[in-house]
């Protein structure tokens, strides 16, 4: 594998990124999740809103953490000369550090951007995990801690994953892991961890977000995993549910022509972000006429969820 240097300080020495051994975990995983994903018979199943480096992150996440590694890592530390690493925020199940949720993802860039925010579920999964088994020091043994426990479901989910998938199909595909790995003893788990992100019951493939979960696992919604101090997003946190969704008016393309449709907005997730607020036509512009971009029309809903770690909401 070629490796680089990389201009880790301004106007200062490069840094190899061979002695990053987070960044060698990160690109050897990229061959685990392109041939595992959608069959032995494709290699060209990600594009679109998909995890690649996402996965392949929270691989680096894994290989390099220890019994003592805190709540709160950076990716590319040291080649950045960051301690805050090269994502856009550290990976923090604390809301303080890292506040992204499923709709914001979509004004990341692609694939880097959108791939953190899905790792920082799984990282969210992982220190979960760890709460509730352990610490696994053997990390060939899959059963030996919550730390393997997480990886053999990030693996499972791999493979059980249709081609092109987006976040939703993702999801679901760990949910499946944990039925075939742990007779689902995990579930709620890993329904809490998705839906505090907004990978949610109803969240929808396209950055739609969604912070329900399914009935009986509201007593884990905001997740309590972290020892100490709950960690959740901020109290009486207030979101917009838009259900029914319809592009209004419906068949509307920009000023560009019919080819320039909600669907190509839709297709490349920083589309609405960077044009959708510009070439109007039939008197809007993608973000108003596309549900894709959070417009369109339906019955909407402002939801206010107040988050009591251990209770239900």
């Given amino acids: ?19 990053d051994s987070g960044v060698i975990a990160h690109e050897y995983c990229h061959g685990l999740s392109i041939r595992l994903t959608g069959g ?17 992150d929270f691989c680096a996440l894994f290989v390099t953490a220890t019994s003592s590694t805190g709540f709160t890592r950076a990716m590319g530390a040291y080649i950045y000369a960051s301690k805050n690493g ?23 860039s692609n694939p880097h951007g959108i ?47 249709v081609c092109t998938p987006d976040f939703v ?9 944990d039925q ?6 995990n579930v709620c788990l890993i329904w809490g961890v998705f839906a505090r992100r907004g990978l949610g019951l109803n969240a929808v493939g396209g ?24 960690v959740a997003p901020p109290p009486d946190y207030t979101y917009t549910k838009i259900t029914g969704c319809t592009d209004n008016p419906i068949g509307w393309y920009d000023s560009d022509g019919p080819t ?30 596309c549900c894709v971009c959070g417009g369109g029309t339906g019955t909407s809903q402002v939801v206010t969820v107040t988050l009591t770690c251990g209770s239900s909401t």
């Fill in 1 to 19: 594998m070629q490796m680089y240097l990389w201009n880790g300080y301004s106007g200062g020495a490069k840094l190899d990124s061979s002695f």
């Fill in 40 to 56: 032995p018979s494709t290699s060209s199943c990600l594009s679109g809103e998909q995890a690649g480096e996402g996965w392949s």
């Fill in 86 to 108: 090269i994502r856009p925020k550290p990976y923090s199940p604390d809301f303080s550090i890292n506040p992204y949720t499923y709709a914001q993802a979509k004004n990341l």
């Fill in 115 to 161: 791939g953190f925010f899905f790792a920082s579920c799984l990282w969210d999964l992982y220190l979960g995990m760890v709460q509730l088994y352990g610490y696994g020091e053997d990390k060939y043994n899959p059963n030996s801690g919550g730390n393997t426990k997480t990886f053999q479901l990030v693996v499972q989910g791999l493979k059980n994953q």
């Fill in 169 to 177: 199909e993702s999801r679901d595909a760990i949910i499946l892991a």
């Fill in 180 to 185: 075939q790995l742990y007779g689902g003893a």
């Fill in 207 to 230: 950055y739609v977000e969604d912070f329900d979960v399914p009935p009986g696992c509201n007593n884990l919604r905001c997740v309590q995993f972290w020892g100490g101090t709950p």
């Fill in 260 to 289: 320039y449709n909600c669907a190509w907005y839709g297709a490349v997730s920083t589309r609405c972000s960077t044009y959708g607020g510009s070439y109007p036509n039939f008197g809007k512009t993608a973000k108003q006429a």
